[in-house]
C-alpha cells in the first residue's frame, strides 16, 4: 500500500464526501441533531483543515494498492503534544468494493511507517462505536483504548 499525496481536485471530492460521513456518523452516535450536523461538521473540518492541502500538519493522501489502484483515502494531523510528536488518524476509508482484502490493516501499516518517518512517537485515533469493523482492526493492529464514553438507551 503507498501512500499518495492528492492533488486539488481529489482533495475538494474528500472533503465533500468527509463532511457528510461525519455529520452522519455524529447523528448516529447520538453526540449532534440531524438538523445542525452538516454545519458542524464543516466547522469541525475548517478547524482541522484552516489551508486545505497546504495545512501545515495535516497528511490527506489516497490509498494507492499496486493490484486495485486507488482503494481509499487516509487523513492524519501531526501535532506536538505531552508524549512528543503525536500523529492522530482523523479519517480512513477503503471504499466499500475493496473491503476485506486486508487493505485497512495494509493502510493502517503504510500510516504507521509514514509517521514514523516523520518523527512520530505515537499515532492516535478516535473510532465511534459503532462501527465495530474498525474497533476490531484497531485492536489486532496493537491500539489501546485510552479512554471510553458509554451511554445506555432507557426505554420509553
Not at 499518495?4 to 472533503?15: G, I, K, T
Not at 458542524?40 to 473540518?45: A, H, T, V
Not at 493502517?108 to 518517518?117: C, D, K, V, Y
Request: proline residues 1%; hydrophobic residues 40%.
Amino acid at each position: 500500500m503507498q501512500l499518495v499525496q492528492m492533488n486539488d481536485q481529489e482533495f475538494a471530492r474528500f472533503l465533500d464526501r468527509g463532511i457528510k460521513d461525519f455529520a452522519l456518523d455524529k447523528v448516529e452516535a447520538g453526540t449532534w441533531a440531524e438538523e445542525e450536523a452538516e454545519q458542524l461538521s464543516r466547522e469541525s473540518y475548517r478547524r482541522f483543515l484552516p489551508e486545505g492541502l497546504q495545512t501545515k500538519g495535516a497528511y490527506i493522501y489516497n490509498l494507492m494498492h499496486e493490484v486495485d489502484g486507488n482503494v481509499g483515502y487516509i487523513w492524519f494531523n501531526v501535532t506536538e503534544h505531552l508524549r512528543g510528536k503525536e500523529a492522530f488518524l482523523l479519517d480512513i476509508v477503503v471504499e466499500e468494493e475493496h473491503r476485506g482484502k486486508g487493505y485497512g490493516k495494509e493502510a493502517m501499516a503504510a500510516l504507521e511507517q509514514a509517521a514514523a518517518g516523520l518523527g512520530v512517537n505515537c499515532i492516535g485515533l478516535h473510532v465511534f462505536g459503532h462501527n465495530v469493523r474498525a474497533s476490531e482492526l484497531y485492536r489486532k493492529m496493537g491500539y489501546a483504548i485510552t479512554d471510553m464514553t458509554m451511554y445506555k438507551e432507557l426505554g420509553r
